[in-house]
C-alpha cells in the first residue's frame, strides 16, 4: 500500500511540474507589451517602451536557407529574459514550398530608462568566418 501511495505521489508531482513548464512559455508571450515587425528597408528604427515591459522584435526569416538573426549587441539598460522563437505559415500548403516565409521573433525586456541599442546580424550560425549577410540595429527608448 505505501509503495502505491508513493508512486502516485511521485507521478502527482511529475505531473504538475510538466504543466507548469509547458504553460510557463505561454504566459511569457501573452505578457509581451508590443511586437514590431522589422521590414527589410526599415532602418533606422527606434522602438518606444516604458521601463519593465517585454518588447518583442520579429523578423522575417527563411530557415532552409541555413540564414537566421542573432542578437550579437545589447545595451546595458537592457536583457533578453529568453531565447528567440521561430514562427512558421499556419498555411499548410506553404510549409511544402521551398524556402517557404517565416518569422524569428527576439524578446527584450526593458530594464531601466533611457536609450539602447540593439544589434543584429543574419548569418549563417555555422560560417563563423564570413561576415554577416546582413545587419541592424534598433534603438530603443525606455521610457
Known amino acids: ?23 510557463s512559455k505561454k504566459k511569457i508571450v501573452k505578457k509581451v507589451n508590443h511586437i514590431t515587425t522589422i521590414e527589410e528597408d526599415s532602418e533606422p528604427i527606434i522602438i518606444k517602451v516604458k521601463k519593465g515591459k517585454l518588447e518583442g522584435i520579429k523578423f ?18 537592457l536583457k533578453q529574459p ?11 500548403s506553404a510549409e511544402k514550398e521551398v524556402g517557404f516565409q ?19 546580424e543574419y548569418r549563417q550560425p555555422f560560417d563563423k568566418d564570413s561576415p554577416p549577410e546582413k545587419e541592424m540595429t534598433i534603438t530603443i527608448e525606455v521610457e
Open 82 to 92: 529568453f531565447k528567440s522563437r521561430v514562427i512558421q505559415p499556419k498555411n499548410k
Open 102 to 120: 517565416e518569422y524569428q521573433i527576439f524578446y527584450i525586456r526593458t530594464l531601466e530608462t533611457g536609450e539602447g541599442k540593439v544589434e543584429f
Open 1 to 23: 500500500m505505501k509503495q502505491i501511495i508513493k508512486t502516485f505521489l511521485i507521478l502527482s508531482i511529475f505531473l504538475g511540474v510538466n504543466s507548469i513548464f509547458a504553460t
Open 60 to 77: 522575417p526569416v527563411k530557415m532552409a536557407t541555413g540564414y537566421s538573426w542573432k542578437l550579437s549587441k545589447l545595451a546595458d539598460n
